[in-house]
């Protein structure tokens, strides 16, 4: 499918943008530093600049895991926090060029607000991941964004309607509340209730069904990122990645097959530069 044919059916509803850290490949803060685009960037931003043990390097969540063990769970929230709040950066281009297209339903894996900032003048719904929390089953809040007054405030989950934009941050946000699922325990306990049916507000369940999803920046070689996709976009009609690999691996392949979603031939760079 054209670029031009997706943003149509974007700005339709049709087409549902979900986006991952790859689209901070080419971003840097102002003194240079790398946002995290991928599992070991992250684990480097976390441990301080320095690799740890193979095993552990082989997805960030293990990584987090381990120094949440060490530290405290306080030190793996404001080392996260810090990321992504301690020094500015651009925006990353997928999220200007989504400001041309305002999408009435968008799902973003990244921790950071730049996706908050496009409707920052538009009442709009925000969903938010959470995880490991004892009052009942729901891993999710939900909050009413009032762009006169620049504020979120919590409401319950039967207030969500798509009478105003919707975002959907499964793995949480640095805001209004630092909420983050990062550590092995985070995704387990998020993922246990999502197979429940505890992931989603009601409302969600049944909207985003039939709607086809637009990847982009989403890496699916490992099992965490394809088992909260599979959760998030149970219903789907298809879909399309756009990443920078140039081979995907056999579970990848078996994935993208499952989920009729078809991988385009370009680069991230490439697609949002394109024209038509």
């Not at 059916?9 to 991928?38: A, H």
């Not at 900032?117 to 009052?135: N, P, W």
Request: proline letters at 5%; a negative charge.
């Amino acid at each position: 499918m054209k670029k031009s044919e997706l943003e149509a059916q974007i700005k339709l509803g049709n087409v549902v943008p979900f986006i991952g850290m790859g689209v901070f490949k080419e971003t840097k803060t102002e003194d240079g530093s790398q946002i995290p685009f991928d599992s070991d960037s992250m684990i480097l931003s976390l441990n301080g600049g320095r690799a740890m043990s193979p095993r552990l390097m082989y997805e960030y969540s293990r990584a987090a895991m381990s120094l949440e063990q060490r530290k405290g769970r306080p030190f793996i929230e404001q080392m996260t926090n810090h990321i992504f709040t301690a020094k500015p950066y651009p925006m990353p281009e997928v999220y200007t060029w989504l400001k041309t297209l305002m999408p009435q339903y968008v799902v973003d894996l990244n921790l950071d607000d730049s996706l908050l900032k496009l409707y920052a003048e538009m009442d709009h719904f925000l969903i938010t991941g959470v995880s490991r929390i004892m009052a009942g089953y729901d891993r999710f809040l939900v909050y009413s964004y009032t762009a006169s007054s620049k504020e979120y405030h919590r409401v319950e989950k039967e207030m969500l309607s798509p009478m105003q934009p919707i975002i959907f941050k499964p793995l949480g946000c640095t805001v209004p509340e630092k909420s983050f699922i990062i550590s092995d325990a985070d995704f387990v306990d998020w993922l246990t209730e999502a197979m429940g049916g505890y992931a989603l507000p009601p409302f969600l369940k049944t909207f985003k069904n039939d709607k086809s999803y637009l990847f982009l920046g989403i890496d699916f070689d490992r099992d965490t990122y394809r088992m909260v996709a599979n959760e998030v976009t149970l219903g789907l009609s298809g879909g399309y990645l756009v990443n920078d690999k140039e081979k995907i691996s056999k579970k990848e392949e078996k994935f993208l097959f499952s989920h009729k979603i078809e991988k385009l031939e370009t680069s991230l760079e490439d697609f949002l530069k394109s024209v038509g």
